[in-house]
């Protein structure tokens, strides 16, 4: 089953210049060349918290649990250790793609609806219906945390303050414009109740490692 890596993060103030050196020249490329990585997604918000949100579309969950990417985490670059200390509120999890849409695009915004309790894969169907049911919706995805997910710490992940929550599942509508990425949160927060926390996320960037996964 295909793998995920899903991540929030804010950023300290005045840091945004080297965060998107690292990210665009640097950090995507890195991860990308590492084996059973396929493509990565990257996102902002102007309101939500986390600001920002990144996954990463790899051939298994096992993929980052591999040699390769377990020594990228062991050997973070000197880019990597100068910005790692100002990211915030990061939320990091690895998924296995539990549903998607047979319908499926990507847009110009996301709904990105994140579940930190428990949620069964019934309610999440049901709450990607209805974000499916939206004309300007062009496909939806639904996560689960994986239970490969690797529990120790890593040198990289000690250079960000504060640790890392999780999350148990995740719900994600492409969409074509904001109003479109509204309607979908709220069909989502209909279903999901109190357990959602749903961001607006306008897109940043797709990229991919043009290999087979």
Same mark, same amino acid.
């Given at each position: 089953?295909?793998?995920?890596?899903?991540?929030?993060?804010?950023?300290?103030?005045?840091?945004?210049?080297?965060?998107?050196?690292?990210?665009?020249?640097?950090?995507?490329?890195?991860?990308?060349?590492?084996?059973?990585?396929?493509?990565?997604?990257?996102?902002?918000?102007?309101?939500?918290?986390?600001?920002?949100?990144?996954?990463?579309?790899?051939?298994?969950? /096992?993929? +980052?649990?591999?040699? @390769?990417? &377990?020594?990228?985490? *062991? #050997?973070?670059?000197?880019?990597?250790?100068? =910005?790692?200390?100002?990211?915030?509120?990061?939320?990091?999890?690895?998924?296995?793609?539990?549903?998607?849409?047979?319908?499926?695009?990507?847009?110009?915004?996301?709904?990105?609806?994140?579940? /930190?309790? +428990?949620?069964?894969? @019934?309610? &999440?169907?049901?709450? *990607? #219906?209805?974000?499916?049911?939206?004309?300007? =919706?062009?496909?939806?995805?639904?996560?689960?945390?994986?239970?490969?997910?690797?529990?120790?710490?890593?040198?990289?992940?000690?250079?960000?303050?504060?640790?890392?929550?999780?999350?148990?599942?995740?719900?994600?509508?492409?969409?074509?414009?904001?109003?479109?990425? *509204? #309607?979908?949160?709220?069909?989502?927060?209909?279903?999901?109740?109190?357990?959602?926390?749903?961001?607006?996320?306008?897109?940043?960037?797709?990229?991919?490692?043009?290999?087979?996964?």
């Amino acid at each position: 089953m295909p793998g995920i890596l899903a991540i929030w993060n804010d950023l300290e103030e005045g840091a945004d210049d080297l965060f998107e050196r690292w990210y665009v020249d640097e950090h995507i490329p890195e991860r990308l060349a590492v084996p059973g990585f396929g493509a990565a997604h990257r996102y902002e918000s102007q309101h939500a918290t986390p600001r920002f949100f990144c996954y990463y579309e790899v051939a298994a969950p /096992e993929v +980052l649990a591999s040699p @390769d990417y &377990l020594g990228r985490l *062991a #050997a973070p670059t000197a880019l990597t250790r100068q =910005v790692m200390p100002h990211f915030r509120n990061m939320i990091r999890t690895v998924c296995s793609i539990a549903g998607r849409s047979p319908r499926f695009a990507l847009g110009g915004w996301v709904a990105a609806s994140r579940i /930190e309790g +428990l949620v069964t894969d @019934d309610c &999440l169907r049901t709450a *990607a #219906a209805a974000c499916e049911r939206h004309p300007g =919706v062009l496909g939806v995805q639904w996560w689960r945390a994986a239970e490969q997910t690797p529990s120790a710490a890593t040198t990289e992940s000690r250079l960000r303050p504060g640790g890392d929550r999780s999350i148990r599942a995740a719900l994600i509508a492409e969409a074509m414009r904001e109003r479109d990425a *509204a #309607a979908a949160a709220a069909g989502a927060a209909a279903i999901l109740g109190p357990n959602v926390q749903t961001g607006l996320y306008c897109t940043l960037g797709h990229w991919s490692s043009r290999r087979e996964l």
